[in-house]
């Protein structure tokens, strides 16, 4: 860039201030190092004097963003919830092509009997300028292939801020295509979604002590109730005072990460002692918290299972091949439930994230044995206070309700509600975008699902009178005289949903 680069440097007693001024930006970016660092100095000289990153000399003349020499790219993913295995990568001057496999967990036992793969989260490194292109060559062997039409992976350079970035998909061969147009940065991650990793898990039961440290709420704590396989804590939050007893968990799937940043805003909400609602949930309710169910997985970059391939939300009850919860399988499970008896349960919410659908929804349990009109009023009370809080909530797309006596009871929601005779219910998030309140450039988000938690503080407000209200409640609903909606009756079909995004190959 000719003359418009000029250093000064003045060596100090104790310190080194390396300033530089590069015209036409004009930066100006002091940089202090003791003078033990001079080697770094030299090197920082040499780059602003015109050295090319590959170690070529440069001239002024060269130093442009096009004439910028990148080391190789590298893929990797060693690091908290990481997942790819790397098969190829092809470089040019402005591109990259590179061919990937999705890493399997721990074979499934039981209800699943596979072996499950889906969650991909990977680092590119030296891709400055590069139009990237990574294809999953496996999708078609994947957990639920039919979920890839119409999903985005998320890109960040930040691991802050993710946005969508397009990707297609072809069922004939089973390749998901994922084009990043990269820019200036040197390095950048791609994820199925914004990933919640174990450290920010760590963060936020750390947020949670100080909160309950505090004296701005009363009668809050932070317990372990037990280990994972791999020792890891299984933290449980505690707040309220109230007599009803409410049970949230979150994360039984590690990866569907957008139900911790749901717990994130959940739990900022309940434990913000300037919040009205939520003093007023703290003195009706206790409310019990398992932000993370299954932190093994989630660090391991898994899907469905925790560290030994269990899934658990199939091991609430004994499977016909197995007895679950158990110790050496599901200590998850286990300790919970152990917990969640001493306790009672009079309201339960499972919050999860679903694959396929682009929709937010809540799953009821219309098979279980105990099932009652009171069960089903609640259900449809629930969604229809959650749709008037978050009206990107809907009431039509769900997974379709079980006709009586049809319900899985190693699934949480379901065993929850038939042992305690409570509404229990699965809380589902889109990995997509919400076909019914959109938005194109980050889908459905990191920060639309904290909304969407800190909207149940307000949820629980309202529904707390009913849960164990003697029934009917006189509220003109069912079992008043009130008609039962389609969504909420036995055997109710899931109806088509469409895509939130085109990912037909240009091909196709």
């Known amino acids: 860039r000719d003359s418009a680069i000029t250093?000064?440097?003045?060596?100090?007693?104790d310190f080194m201030s390396y300033t530089y001024v590069c015209r036409p930006f004009r930066f100006r970016t002091p940089i202090r190092w003791k003078p033990s660092f001079n080697a770094t100095v030299q090197t920082v000289s040499r780059i602003l004097l015109g050295e090319k990153r590959c170690g070529t000399r440069a001239t002024m003349e060269n130093c442009s963003?096009?004439?910028?020499?990148?080391?190789?790219a590298t893929i990797s993913c060693n690091f908290d919830a990481g997942n790819i295995v790397v098969n190829s990568i092809k470089q040019s001057e402005s591109a990259l092509v590179s061919e990937l496999q999705l890493r399997p967990e721990p074979f499934t036992e039981g209800t699943d009997k596979r072996a499950h793969k889906q969650w991909f989260y990977f680092k590119v490194s030296n891709a400055r300028?590069?139009?990237?292109?990574?294809?999953?060559?496996?999708?078609?062997e994947s957990s639920y292939p039919e979920a890839w039409p119409g999903t985005w992976a998320v890109t960040s350079s930040d691991l802050e801020t993710w946005k969508r970035t397009p990707t297609t998909y072809a069922p004939d061969t089973g390749r998901l295509t994922i084009t990043v147009d990269n820019g200036e940065m040197d390095s950048f991650y791609v994820s199925y979604f914004a990933p919640y990793s174990y450290?920010?898990?760590?963060?936020?039961?750390?947020?949670?002590?100080n909160t309950c440290s505090t004296a701005g709420r009363q009668m809050c704590r932070v317990e372990t109730i037990g280990k994972s396989i791999q020792g890891k804590d299984l933290e449980l939050v505690v707040a309220?005072?109230?007599?009803?007893?409410?049970?949230?968990?979150?994360r039984q799937h590690p990866g569907e990460s957008m139900s911790e940043w749901w717990m994130d805003g959940f739990l900022a909400r309940l434990l913000d002692a300037a919040d009205p609602v939520s003093t007023k949930v703290l003195q009706a309710a206790t409310v019990y918290v398992?932000?993370?169910?299954?932190?093994?997985?989630?660090?391991?970059g898994h899907l469905r299972t925790n560290a030994c391939g269990a899934n658990l939300n199939r091991e609430w009850a004994n499977t016909g091949d197995y007895v679950a919860p158990s110790l050496e399988r599901s200590p998850e499970v286990f300790h919970v439930l152990e917990?969640?008896?001493?306790?009672?349960?009079?309201?339960?919410?499972?919050?999860h994230g679903d694959e396929e659908l682009p929709h937010i929804f809540i799953a009821g349990e219309m098979g279980i044995p105990n099932f009652s009109d009171r069960y089903q009023e609640l259900y449809r009370v629930l969604c229809e206070t959650q749709l008037k809080t978050f009206p990107a909530f809907q009431l039509t797309h769900h997974y379709g309700n079980d006709e009586k006596n049809g319900a899985n009871l190693a699934i949480a929601a379901a065993q929850v509600s038939s042992r305690f005779d409570c509404?229990?219910?699965?809380?589902?998030?889109?990995?997509?975008?919400?076909w019914d309140l959109p938005e194109p450039e980050q889908g459905w988000s990191p920060q639309r699902s904290v909304k969407l938690g800190e909207s149940m503080v307000q949820v629980l407000h309202e529904m707390a009178p009913l849960l164990r209200a003697p029934f009917p409640f006189g509220n003109g609903g069912i079992g008043d005289g009130g008609s039962v909606p389609d969504w909420c009756k036995h055997g109710y079909e899931n109806p088509p949903s469409e895509h939130c995004w085109d990912t037909t190959p240009p091909s196709a």
């Open 7 to 13: 250093t000064a440097c003045s060596i100090h007693d």
């Open 65 to 72: 963003n096009t004439s910028y020499c990148a080391s190789k």
């Open 129 to 140: 300028f590069l139009r990237c292109t990574f294809i999953v060559v496996d999708g078609k």
């Open 199 to 209: 450290h920010q898990h760590q963060q936020l039961i750390s947020r949670c002590l």
């Open 240 to 250: 309220g005072t109230g007599k009803l007893v409410c049970w949230l968990i979150a």
């Open 290 to 300: 398992v932000p993370n169910m299954n932190p093994d997985g989630a660090a391991m």
């Open 339 to 351: 917990h969640m008896t001493a306790t009672g349960c009079d309201f339960f919410l499972d919050v």
């Open 423 to 434: 509404l229990g219910c699965t809380m589902e998030m889109p990995y997509k975008d919400t």
